[in-house]
């Protein structure tokens, strides 16, 4: 997706220690999914799955960084959890949002605050997504607006409320070959051009 809207990707990985120099070389940073947040760096003892501690820290030091120096970030999945918690929000284990089917197929709707950007970006108050997660954020972090719940209220989507154009989906828009993932990354890449 991100190639098909014009960008080149360039790939980081957790340990690089000069996060500095990385930020230096990138135009704007897309967070992907994985195993899940460590819980005691929301303040929770909650049982986790695949907890990586320096991808963690490796992924808050980058959106702190990014935050910063307003540098665009596309969050997703856990991506999203990452920059709630990175803003000082906590996340919320959740049941029901781990589809069994395949991820290039569309599970449940999530539904747009009308004032959002995703709601003027997709040009549409609801959209049928991808699922595959066990938490979703709880309490929003400092700075950060929700965009989009589910019909069951878990909070799907949120944007930073400033100048830093900072967007956290909680499904896998790359996993979808659909008009709007396409147009999810290209409004992204024409952000980072600084076209409108």
């Known amino acids: 997706h991100i190639t098909r809207a014009g960008a080149e990707a360039l790939i980081l990985w957790p340990g ?3 996060i500095d120099a990385l930020i230096d070389r990138a135009d704007g940073v897309v967070l992907i999914g994985g195993g899940d947040v460590k819980p005691g760096r929301f303040g929770s003892s909650e049982r986790a799955e695949g907890v990586d501690d320096l991808r963690d820290v490796f992924e808050l030091k980058l959106v702190k960084e990014c935050r910063a ?12 959890q ?27 709707s999530v539904f ?9 970006l997709f040009g549409r108050d609801e959209l049928k997504v991808n699922s595959f997660h066990q938490w979703a954020v709880d309490r929003i972090g400092s700075g950060m607006a ?23 989906i909680q499904w896998h828009a790359e996993l979808l070959d659909d008009p709007s993932s396409q147009r999810l990354f290209g409004a992204f890449v024409a952000t980072i051009r600084g076209e409108d």
């Open 112 to 120: 747009f605050d009308s004032s959002s950007t995703p709601a003027s």
């Open 16 to 18: 690089t220690s000069d």
């Open 82 to 108: 990452v920059l709630n918690v990175a803003a000082g929000g906590t996340l919320k284990k959740v049941e029901g949002h781990r589809q069994q089917t395949e991820l290039s197929e569309p599970a449940h």
């Open 146 to 168: 929700v965009a989009a719940r589910a019909e069951d209220g878990v909070i799907e989507a949120f944007e930073a409320l400033d100048d830093w154009w900072a967007l956290g």
């Open 69 to 80: 120096r307003s540098v665009p970030l596309l969050a997703m999945c856990r991506g999203a």
